[in-house]
């Protein structure tokens, strides 16, 4: 039996199977069933794949001018080289369309936006080869004035019309409110670029058989990346079939088809042979993408009592020339807090440099530090505690359009924090915590995140033996989305797990919207689930009971006082159902978000400026969590890539070429073990009814913002030096050491 089942969420859903949850696996910290594969390195990512068959290598060469026109590529000392097989030179420049809002490789025709564009592909009977030869492709360019300062030419930034959000929202009189305010704030803060610096090197493998092309990649949107390589290649979309089975990180460096995908394809199509490429961790900083920088204004205008008046956030982007994307960095001042006049702007300045696209939380993860960071300047002019400040503007609905919330809990996680952390231990006069030469403060802010949710589709089918398995294009970037999804089809159709396969990153199976923006457990999850609900009715029919007359569990069907095994009911014959989720009213008519409260206690070394993390607490609230262990793991990431963006990372850009110097781990700084403490993380029992079936909302990336507004806001906390400049590097905190701090540090 092989049928469709279609859910479009109109209505908040009520209790479901998973909330009896009989057999007691949902939301249960189930360890993830691929992990012994990939320690044991018998899961395989991208660059693995046809190991052993007559595979050739390609190696990229990439621009070293920022700014300009290839003149001429001449390939004829790299193709005479031993071991060469061709040099793939693509006029159009093939280069990666690195978010979803991006359409598709661009065709550049001849021009160099940015240092580290690829050019052409040398490929190879060996890596070795393919590599040294690169270095023999011999460029000439006509080398032009690049733009390579986003802060130098700020006043040049436009605006680039509506992105993921609209470039401009507005509501009552902003100035006016705002000149009359009692107290105010307007203060600017900046973030460097930074990269998503994945474990796994960007890598692809293509190989034609029949002329249809199987792209092994790692790229978190496989439904999109089918179109997005057609676009590029020129080709039929039922041409190509891309496999992503593991991914080693993306935090959305991958959302996009990358050059890789690209010239390999092209590649193997001239050679008629696969062909393999691999970038170098420095190819990887210097040609894939960044998180954008930004130039970010707020204005916080108040009552003497502390109620929010009058909110501005006003911020610059940079990107490369023609490309949409800015980053929607004004997006939680949206709706985290109220105030009657409103005004958030995002402008965009073209520049040279590598192009700027999603990475992790794109828009909260750096606006909350720009937002979060006033707020605890804005709470100490009114000389009120950081919490009490932020619950006297708590909202009852959005604040913009005046929708109601779908749940949120913010209040209880500041709470909840605030208890746990020991918050009323915090001292409001900077400095007066001292260890020796450490200077100790503490420091709160929230996060939230947007929940996003996409249509998608999942093909369940559970076979005569009464096992499932689930197939869909969703991926698994490392979060525990294979894990997830087999627990939910285990409590659904009432299956121990281990009865429960789960194949994903097959361009060929129904589509999911695949990893990204902290939509794919919820989407992809809900696919499963009326999946699994069309499995359910299927079996009652056969039964001749009501769907809510049965319950299943350990692979049997009670229904009335008969238990029944579910091999006999099925009786020889599989039940397939391809369920399609689609977000409805319920989506459209609330406002969503995911919700938490951050805790850090740092001390500053008076002598050196250093800052060390000693303590480090989130609560988060983001309705029923799927899996207690990866959404705890989502948290910890979360938590440490905001110690990063607080502390070491930025993406340092040559002024005079674009270069991205500092293009590798060993200078690009996320933190390691050393500079994290022991982390904890608190999640919330909440249920969203109207966000999806399964009662949950986006997790991934709620931690990571606002977390480096808390870090920074406890080293002001510590020491009085509040540096808006981040990220907060030990010379910028020794800056602004008042010597007082040093003396006594002395004594
Ligand atoms: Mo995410 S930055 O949409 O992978």
């Given at each position: 039996?092989?049928?469709?089942?279609?859910?479009?969420?109109?209505?908040?859903?009520?209790?479901?199977?998973?909330?009896?949850?009989?057999?007691?696996?949902?939301?249960?910290?189930?360890?993830?069933?691929?992990?012994?594969?990939?320690?044991?390195?018998?899961?395989p990512?991208a660059y693995e794949h046809l190991h052993g068959r007559n595979v050739a290598?390609?190696?990229?060469?990439?621009?070293?001018?920022?700014?300009?026109?290839?003149?001429?590529?001449?390939?004829?000392?790299?193709?005479?080289?031993?071991?060469?097989?061709?040099?793939?030179?693509?006029?159009?420049?093939?280069?990666?369309?690195?978010?979803?809002?991006?359409?598709?490789?661009?065709?550049?025709?001849?021009?160099?936006?940015?240092?580290?564009?690829?050019?052409?592909?040398?490929?190879?009977?060996?890596?070795?080869?393919?590599?040294?030869?690169?270095?023999?492709?011999?460029?000439?360019?006509?080398?032009?004035?690049?733009?390579?300062?986003?802060?130098?030419?700020?006043?040049?930034?436009?605006?680039?019309?509506?992105?993921?959000?609209?470039?401009?929202?507005?509501?009552?009189?902003?100035?006016?409110?705002?000149?009359?305010?009692?107290?105010?704030?307007?203060?600017?803060?900046?973030?460097?670029?930074?990269?998503?610096?994945?474990?796994?090197?960007?890598?692809?493998v293509a190989s034609?058989?029949?002329?249809?092309?199987t792209l092994y990649?790692?790229?978190?949107?496989?439904?999109?990346?089918?179109?997005?390589?057609?676009?590029?290649?020129?080709?039929?979309?039922?041409?190509?079939?891309?496999l992503?089975?593991?991914?080693?990180?993306?935090?959305?460096?991958?959302?996009?088809?990358?050059?890789?995908?690209?010239?390999?394809?092209?590649?193997a199509?001239?050679?008629?042979r696969p062909v393999k490429?691999?970038?170098?961790?420095?190819?990887?900083?210097?040609?894939?993408?960044?998180?954008?920088?930004?130039?970010?204004?707020?204005?916080?205008?108040?009552?003497?009592?502390?109620?929010?008046?009058?909110?501005?956030?006003?911020?610059?982007?940079?990107?490369?020339?023609?490309?949409?994307?800015?980053?929607?960095?004004?997006?939680?001042?949206?709706?985290?807090?109220?105030?009657?006049?409103?005004?958030?702007?995002?402008?965009?300045?073209?520049?040279?440099?590598?192009?700027?696209?999603?990475?992790?939380?794109?828009?909260?993860?750096?606006?909350?530090?720009?937002?979060?960071?006033?707020?605890?300047?804005?709470?100490?002019?009114?000389?009120?505690?950081?919490?009490?400040?932020?619950?006297?503007?708590?909202?009852?609905?959005?604040?913009?359009?005046?929708?109601?919330?779908?749940?949120?809990?913010?209040?209880?996680?500041?709470?909840?924090?605030?208890?746990?952390?020991?918050?009323?231990?915090?001292?409001?006069?900077?400095?007066?915590?001292?260890?020796?030469?450490?200077?100790?403060?503490?420091?709160?802010?929230?996060?939230?995140?947007?929940?996003?949710?996409?249509?998608?589709?999942?093909?369940?089918?559970?076979?005569?033996?009464?096992?499932?398995?689930?197939?869909?294009?969703?991926?698994?970037?490392?979060?525990?989305?294979?894990?997830?999804?087999?627990?939910?089809?285990?409590?659904?159709?009432?299956?121990?797990?281990?009865?429960?396969?789960?194949?994903?990153?097959?361009?060929?199976?129904?589509?999911?919207?695949?990893?990204?923006?902290?939509?794919?457990?919820?989407?992809?999850?809900?696919?499963?689930?009326?999946?699994?609900?069309?499995?359910?009715?299927?079996?009652?029919?056969?039964?001749?009971?009501?769907?809510?007359?049965?319950?299943?569990?350990?692979?049997?069907?009670?229904?009335?006082?008969?238990?029944?095994?579910?091999?006999?009911?099925?009786?020889?014959?599989?039940?397939?159902?391809?369920?399609?989720?689609?977000?409805?009213?319920?989506?459209?008519?609330?406002?969503?978000?995911?919700?938490?409260?951050?805790?850090?206690?740092?001390?500053?070394?008076?002598?050196?400026?250093?800052?060390?993390?000693?303590?480090?607490?989130?609560?988060?609230?983001?309705?029923?969590?799927?899996?207690?262990?990866?959404?705890?793991?989502?948290?910890?990431?979360?938590?440490?890539?905001?110690?990063?963006?607080?502390?070491?990372?930025?993406?340092?850009?040559?002024?005079?070429?674009?270069?991205?110097?500092?293009?590798?781990?060993?200078?690009?700084?996320?933190?390691?073990?050393?500079?994290?403490?022991?982390?904890?993380?608190?999640?919330?029992?909440?249920?969203?009814?109207?966000?999806?079936?399964?009662?949950?909302?986006?997790?991934?990336?709620?931690?990571?913002?606002?977390?480096?507004?808390?870090?920074?806001?406890?080293?002001?906390?510590?020491?009085?030096?509040?540096?808006?400049?981040?990220?907060?590097?030990?010379?910028?905190?020794?800056?602004?050491?008042?010597?007082?701090?040093?003396?006594?540090?002395?004594?």
């Amino acid at each position: 039996m092989d049928t469709t089942h279609s859910f479009r969420m109109d209505e908040p859903v009520g209790e479901t199977r998973l909330d009896q949850g009989v057999q007691n696996v949902i939301g249960k910290g189930v360890d993830r069933f691929e992990g012994p594969l990939k320690v044991s390195g018998r899961a395989p990512y991208a660059y693995e794949h046809l190991h052993g068959r007559n595979v050739a290598f390609g190696f990229l060469v990439l621009s070293t001018i920022g700014a300009g026109k290839v003149k001429s590529i001449d390939t004829m000392r790299a193709q005479s080289t031993a071991g060469v097989l061709t040099v793939v030179v693509d006029k159009r420049g093939p280069r990666a369309a690195a978010d979803p809002s991006d359409p598709a490789p661009t065709p550049a025709g001849g021009e160099v936006t940015h240092y580290g564009q690829p050019l052409c592909l040398v490929v190879a009977e060996s890596f070795e080869v393919a590599r040294d030869a690169a270095k023999l492709v011999d460029v000439e360019y006509e080398t032009e004035d690049g733009r390579y300062d986003p802060i130098a030419l700020q006043d040049e930034a436009y605006d680039p019309g509506p992105g993921t959000i609209p470039s401009v929202t507005k509501k009552g009189d902003f100035d006016a409110a705002f000149a009359e305010a009692e107290v105010k704030l307007d203060e600017t803060y900046t973030t460097p670029s930074q990269s998503h610096s994945a474990m796994e090197p960007h890598a692809a493998v293509a190989s034609w058989d029949d002329g249809k092309l199987t792209l092994y990649g790692c790229y978190q949107l496989v439904s999109t990346n089918v179109g997005q390589l057609a676009k590029a290649l020129g080709i039929s979309k039922s041409k190509i079939r891309i496999l992503a089975p593991y991914i080693g990180g993306g935090f959305g460096g991958k959302l996009g088809i990358g050059p890789e995908a690209v010239f390999a394809s092209i590649a193997a199509m001239e050679t008629g042979r696969p062909v393999k490429i691999a970038l170098t961790r420095q190819q990887v900083y210097q040609t894939t993408s960044r998180r954008s920088d930004t130039i970010q204004r707020v204005r916080l205008g108040a009552t003497r009592d502390g109620r929010i008046t009058a909110i501005g956030h006003d911020t610059i982007t940079s990107n490369t020339p023609g490309d949409e994307f800015f980053e929607p960095a004004g997006i939680s001042t949206m709706f985290l807090y109220g105030g009657e006049n409103r005004l958030i702007t995002h402008r965009k300045t073209d520049v040279n440099i590598l192009l700027s696209s999603s990475m992790r939380a794109p828009g909260e993860a750096v606006g909350m530090l720009a937002l979060e960071n006033a707020m605890d300047e804005m709470a100490e002019k009114l000389g009120l505690d950081p919490i009490e400040f932020r619950k006297r503007n708590e909202p009852e609905v959005d604040p913009q359009e005046g929708l109601p919330f779908s749940s949120r809990k913010l209040v209880e996680c500041m709470d909840v924090g605030a208890e746990r952390f020991g918050w009323n231990t915090r001292n409001a006069v900077p400095g007066s915590r001292r260890e020796g030469e450490w200077l100790i403060g503490i420091g709160m802010a929230t996060a939230s995140r947007k929940n996003l949710l996409q249509q998608s589709s999942a093909r369940v089918t559970l076979s005569p033996e009464g096992h499932a398995s689930v197939e869909t294009n969703m991926t698994d970037i490392g979060t525990g989305t294979y894990t997830i999804l087999q627990q939910i089809t285990a409590e659904m159709l009432g299956l121990p797990l281990e009865h429960v396969t789960v194949k994903l990153g097959d361009s060929d199976d129904p589509d999911a919207p695949g990893s990204g923006g902290s939509w794919g457990a919820n989407s992809a999850g809900s696919s499963v689930y009326v999946a699994c609900e069309g499995v359910v009715e299927a079996i009652a029919k056969k039964l001749g009971v009501k769907v809510d007359d049965l319950t299943l569990k350990d692979g049997t069907a009670i229904a009335g006082n008969r238990r029944t095994g579910l091999a006999e009911i099925l009786a020889g014959e599989a039940i397939t159902v391809t369920g399609t989720f689609k977000p409805g009213k319920a989506f459209k008519e609330t406002h969503q978000a995911s919700y938490g409260a951050h805790f850090c206690e740092v001390a500053v070394n008076a002598y050196t400026g250093e800052t060390r993390v000693r303590r480090l607490l989130t609560v988060g609230a983001a309705g029923r969590i799927l899996n207690e262990k990866t959404a705890r793991s989502q948290c910890y990431g979360g938590q440490i890539f905001g110690i990063g963006t607080a502390l070491t990372e930025e993406l340092v850009v040559d002024k005079r070429t674009g270069l991205m110097v500092n293009h590798d781990l060993a200078e690009y700084h996320v933190p390691v073990n050393a500079d994290v403490p022991q982390l904890d993380v608190v999640l919330l029992e909440e249920r969203d009814h109207a966000a999806s079936p399964l009662a949950g909302k986006g997790i991934g990336e709620l931690a990571i913002s606002g977390v480096g507004a808390a870090v920074t806001n406890a080293i002001y906390n510590a020491c009085g030096v509040r540096v808006r400049d981040y990220p907060m590097t030990l010379d910028k905190v020794l800056k602004g050491l008042p010597r007082q701090s040093v003396a006594q540090a002395a004594e």
